[in-house]
């Protein structure tokens, strides 16, 4: 007999054609309402495996699930995951790394780019006719990117790959602070380990690559403001409450910085009256880090692999608590 996977996230046609190769498959469509949903309840209570991105998976939500063997996310972040208590339970959780660095690193650029020449602003300003002679004035002028200081916090895949654009294609010097040393990246791109200080104090740009955590919610906030240049540009496309929103807030109408690029809020999707939807000098996007077709499939088939290899017995390659092995053994 099959096992039940059930898939909540809309995907590419061929993962569920894959999934269905060896597994039974129900899809629902993920809202707010799902877990009041009788049908999925019933699913859920059967359920081998969960595919999605967004349910939150925690104690609750697994008492409602008594058959889970593997819970695959289609990120790779998983916040919206118990660690411990999935792991307690002897549930395997995946996540989809690696195969969205590049595009999400293209995402950040564009952040970077964007805010730096003030291109929403520029567009409107087109659109609205007060482009009325050919020489503009200085108030329209940007910066420059090319051979600045790009900071880094957090250089993991996703970073490397943001430094390897930013060293060959714009000569930027590169600046990071990791956990650990990152000697490919040293080496490759020329890039300097600091302390948090250090970066903050000397980057032009500061891109904030972390993933959620306990230990990285606020990660930065009103100290680490005022450490910033007050022409510096805030880039964050990892989580948005590892910023402290509303010191971000009073930084850019207090000039600490100069601007923000943003693909992630505390609250999304983000409420209208957010202060930072009307400042000129903020760019906001939806979210869409990852947001290729070409991408998107990718995840979804690595999440899909990572399914059919835990319930074919196997350990999935995108394993993230490594302890569940760890305690077999």
Known sequence: MKQKVIVYNKVDPTVIEYLEKTCEVQYFEYNDQLLN??????????????????????????????????????????????IAEITNRGIMA??????????????????????????????????????????IDEEWFGVDVHHKTLG???????????????????????????????EEAERLYNATYCSMEELLQNSD?????????????????????????????LINASRGKVIDEDALIEALQQNEILGAGLDVFTQEPVAINNPLLSMENVVALPHIGSATKETRTKMQLLAAENVVEALAGEIPKNLINHELVLNKC
């Not at 995402?107 to 007060?130: C, D, H, W, Y």
């Not at 895949?157 to 650990?180: C, E, P, Q, T, V």
């Not at 906030?221 to 007050?230: H, I, P, Q, S, V």
């Open 152 to 182: 880094i916090i957090g250089l993991g895949g996703i970073g490397s790959a943001l430094a390897k654009r930013a060293h060959f294609g714009f000569d930027m010097n590169i600046l990071y602070h990791n956990r650990s040393r990152n």
């Open 205 to 233: 740009f500061v891109c904030v690559m972390v993933p959620l955590s306990k230990h990285t919610e606020k990660l930065i906030g009103k100290r680490e403001f005022a450490l910033m240049k007050n022409t510096a540009i």
């Open 37 to 82: 949903n009788p049908l999925f309840l019933k699913a859920l209570s059967e359920a081998h495996a969960l595919l999605g991105s967004r349910m939150k998976v925690d104690s609750s939500f697994l008492e409602l699930a008594p058959n889970l063997k593997i819970v695959s996310n289609i990120s790779v972040g998983y916040d919206n995951f118990d």
């Open 94 to 135: 995946t996540n989809t790394p690696g195969v969205l660095n590049d595009t999400v690193a293209d995402t950040i650029f564009a952040l970077m780019l964007a805010t730096s020449r003030r291109v929403p602003e520029m567009v409107q300003n087109v659109r609205n006719g007060k482009w009325v002679k050919s020489n």
